[in-house]
């Protein structure tokens, strides 16, 4: 059984660092890319990050990129976001997820406020 | 950025009655690969989001056959047949053929 559980949410200050964790398992973590997707809120999805199999290949969008780096660790089988210089607009619920958003994890809430 | 644009924002509906959702897309979501990664999520109230249909019909695992999904190129649509009290939620559409990956705004499915 596919399992994503997301980890290392909570309040943090603006223009602090926060870095979620997504312990993967139930599949062969290394062959896929994986997403990171939050929703603030009660609004809708929005794509944050990608990163492919390997490693080598990321994709942020643009409010992120230069803030927040995506990285995994394939012999863990963890996936990471690393999120620095936070504003209040990043509060929300990040999810990690798999390429064709198929598998998604529980969810893990970031609160950006002082 | 492809934009989806997805109508209604909201719909109210009796148990046992059909529903459609439709998902436009800025451009066309087929990838080089001859695929269409054009995606339909059902997000429960305080759940994570589930895939209900993947490249535009093809049914998810364990997800009823009331559900169906058509469409091409940039115009979607899913169908809900006999809709259940388990149906209710918010519906997405998503795709995943180009970067940014970007999602429809939402569909509400609420009781009549």
């Known amino acids: 059984e596919v399992q994503l559980v997301e980890s290392g949410g909570g309040l943090v200050q603006p223009g602090r660092s926060l870095k979620l964790s997504c312990a993967a398992s139930?599949?062969?973590?290394?062959?896929?890319?994986m997403h990171w997707i939050r929703q603030a809120p009660t609004k809708g999805l929005e794509w944050v990050a990608s990163?492919?199999?390997?490693?080598?290949?990321?994709y942020y969008r643009d409010s992120v990129k230069g803030r927040f780096t995506i990285s995994r660790d394939n012999a863990k089988s963890t996936l990471y976001l690393q999120m620095d210089s936070l504003r209040s607009e990043d509060t929300a619920t990040y999810y990690c997820?798999?390429?064709?958003?198929?598998?998604w994890g529980q969810g893990v809430m970031v609160t950006v406020s002082s | 950025d492809v934009v989806m644009t997805q109508t209604p924002p909201s719909l109210s509906v009796a148990i046992g009655q059909s529903v459609s959702i439709s998902c436009k897309s800025s451009?066309?979501?087929?990838?080089?690969?001859?695929?269409?990664?054009l995606h339909w999520l059902l997000q429960s109230p305080g759940r994570s989001p589930k895939r209900l249909i993947y490249q535009v019909s093809n049914l998810g695992s364990g997800v009823p056959d009331r559900f169906s999904g058509t469409g091409s190129q940039k115009d979607f649509t899913l169908k809900i047949s006999r809709v259940e009290a388990e149906d209710l939620g918010v519906y997405y559409c998503a795709q995943t053929t180009h970067f940014p990956r970007t999602f429809g705004g939402g569909t509400k499915l609420e009781l009549k």
């Open positions: 997820a798999t390429p064709t958003v198929d598998y």
């Open positions: 990163i492919s199999p390997s490693g080598g290949s990321t």
């Open positions: 139930g599949f062969t973590f290394s062959n896929y890319g």
């Open positions: 451009q066309s979501l087929v990838y080089s690969d001859g695929k269409t990664y």
